[in-house]
């Protein structure tokens, strides 16, 4: 029975340079599995403006008809302090999203190093969500938190946690804070599957990605990833991030 990971490979030595994740091993810097997504991008960036924008106009249309309402004549001062608050509008609530996110990342955290989750109203929804379908899915969790890297195909991540299921096979398991899951996510855990298994020399039989709601603590979705699938559409994306740093002007 594995109930613990064996001694890594290689060392990896995990840390942040202007806001990149740089991942060293054997003294060889690597650029993070993130990085090496952001090729694809997968329209996340024109969903996010989308997003920013839609919640901007939102807030500044119910601050004005608000005003209206109330009788107050709408003025070039008071007009722009409303079109001030609607810029700042997507900044509070991505902090209130990725605030909950970390209260529920930091209780499972702190569930698996042995101590005493921190829990508040809503993070303990999410929480309990988790430990629930931990135990219908029969899964021992034997490390938390890891560098992981691959000198062979030159790339490092953080993945969030090791499990094993009841036939004794390694399971990577990764936490996100979404209002949906995307399809990048196979990818990413994929590389950190393919990473692991050259540091520690284990087969990973499978990978999971549970899903945390932004803004509903209720809001949970766990996943599997189709691994092959997942690790052959990885390679792909690495091909062009490393095509894309090529001199492509002549």
Not at 88 to 116: C, N
Not at 124 to 136: E, L
Not at 172 to 195: G, H, M
Not at 222 to 249: Q, T
Request: charged content about 30%.
């Amino acid at each position: 029975m594995i109930t613990a990971l064996p001694k890594p490979k290689i060392d990896v030595e995990f840390r942040v340079v202007r806001r990149a994740h740089i991942y060293t091993a054997g003294g060889v810097d690597y650029p993070s599995v993130t990085k090496i997504l952001g090729v694809i991008d997968n329209g996340k960036s024109n969903a996010l403006a989308i997003w920013a924008r839609r919640e901007a106009l939102k807030l500044a249309q119910n601050e004005l008809f608000g005003a209206l309402d109330g009788g107050i004549t709408l003025g070039y001062e008071n007009v722009a302090e409303i079109i001030k608050i609607a810029d700042r509008q997507p900044d509070r609530l991505k902090d209130a999203a990725a605030d909950l996110g970390t209260r529920v990342h930091e209780a499972i955290d702190a569930y698996i190093l042995g101590k005493d989750p921190v829990l508040d109203e809503e993070s303990v929804v999410g929480f309990t969500n988790f430990i629930d379908w931990m135990s219908k899915e029969k899964i021992r969790i034997i490390s938390g938190d890891i560098p992981v890297a691959s000198p062979e195909w030159g790339f490092g991540g953080r993945l969030d946690s090791v499990g094993v299921n009841d036939k004794d096979e390694i399971i990577i398991l990764d936490w996100k804070t979404s209002n949906a899951l995307r399809d990048e996510y196979p990818l990413q855990v994929a590389a950190y599957a393919i990473a692991f298994e050259e540091m520690y020399g284990l087969r990973v039989a499978g990978a999971k990605v549970v899903r945390f709601g932004k803004t509903d603590p209720a809001d949970f979705e766990p996943r599997d990833v189709s691994l092959r699938e997942a690790k052959l559409a990885f390679f792909k994306a690495l091909g062009l991030f490393k095509a894309m740093k090529a001199e492509l002007w002549a």
